[in-house]
Every structure is written in C-alpha cells, then in structure tokens.
C-alpha cells in the first residue's frame, strides 16, 4: 500500500508541474501513458511477490446428457418408460474432495398444487472422488468401485423414475462433494445419510427436471 500511495503522490505532483508548463495537454498525454504502464508493472510485481495468480475456484456443477435444467426429463427414464436412470456428469470439484453422495427427490408429492410430502427416488453415497460420472442405465453391479447405496421411498435400493400421479412435478438432483468417506450406513434412508453428511458437505449442486404423465 505504501509503493501505491507513492505512486499517487508521484502522479498528483508531476501532472501539477506540466499542466503549468507549455504543450501541458501533450506532456501530460504522454505522462499518463507512461504512468499506465508503470501502474500495470508494479501491480505485475506485486503478484509475482505474493505467490502468483490465485487459483480461480470452479463452482460445482452437475450436467445431463438427457435433459437440461429445468427442461422435460424423457419418458426412458421414468415409470413410463424403460425406468432407466439418466446420465449424470459433473466438474469443478472442489479441493479437499473424498467422495461424493447424491440425492434424487421430488418436493411436489403428491400434487404439486398441494404438495405434501418429499419423495426419495435415488440415495447413493461414497462414489470415489475420481469419478466424475454415472452412466446412462447404471445398474448397482457398475456402480463405481467403493459406492454404497441407500433406500428410496419404494423401501428398495436403487434408482425409481418419475411416476407422478398428478400434475407436472420437479424431480431435483443433488450431488453433494464431501471431506470425508463415510462409514457403512446398511443402506440409510435420505433422512440418514443427510444427518451423515452434516459438517462434512464441502459443496452441493442441484440439477432439476419435470415430468408429467399424459
């Protein structure tokens, strides 16, 4: 702070001196050029004296190849359809990262104009922190090496599609990237895992589609 004050002083006291000079506007022109470029090599210094650039943190995010945020999840991967569970990738993990757990839910049950209840669709936890992605269809014996599973609302593990019995329903994706491993829950409920998870989250990302039956 002290070499920037410095620089100011400079700056303030040279462009008095000019502007009382002939051709003020032409020098001072000049001065503030040079000036710039002054500015732009301290500061160029400085960082180099603090360490280099800092890292720039990627947020966590959590993409589909078979629906967009927000958008209609297709009829493959719900009761309708063949109840195959979609394609799921993700990046900007952030540092420090053991494993990952993920959540599917539905807050709109029954009836998204008087909703009632949560609906659990898919509760996974410990995938390794080297993987980066769930494969179309994945059935529990591809499962990436070290991954558990949890109970969803149909009282079985593994994943259960989109079956709602009225109107158009949020179905919310959440991974979640953790500091730690967790220990064998014998397969826990949503309510279970996230009282596991307490204090270890590191960062959480949510993917969101809808359905609505015909």
Known sequence: MAIMDSFSREFCNHGKRLLAQP???????GFMIRFI???????????????????VHMTLQLTSKNFHHQGEIPKLYTCDGKDLSPSLSWSGVPAGTKSFALIVDDPDAPDPKAPKM??????LYNLPATVNSLEEGISPKNLPSGSLEGTNDWKRTGYGG??????????????????????????????ALEKAMSGHILE??????????N
Not at 118 to 123: F, I, L, N, S
Not at 204 to 213: A, D, F, I, P
Request: charge should be positive.
């Open 23 to 29: 051709g003020a506007l032409w020098e001072m022109e």
């Open 37 to 55: 470029f002054s500015m732009e090599s301290l500061i160029f210094s400085l960082t180099l004296l603090a360490g280099g650039q800092k890292e």
């Open 118 to 123: 949560t609906w659990v669709h898919w509760v």
């Open 162 to 191: 989109p079956c709602p019995p009225i109107g158009r329903h949020r179905y919310f994706f959440k991974l979640y990237a953790l500091d730690t491993v967790l220990a064998d829950l014998r397969q826990p409920t949503k309510a």
């Open 204 to 213: 959480k990302v949510e993917l969101v589609g809808t359905y609505q039956r």
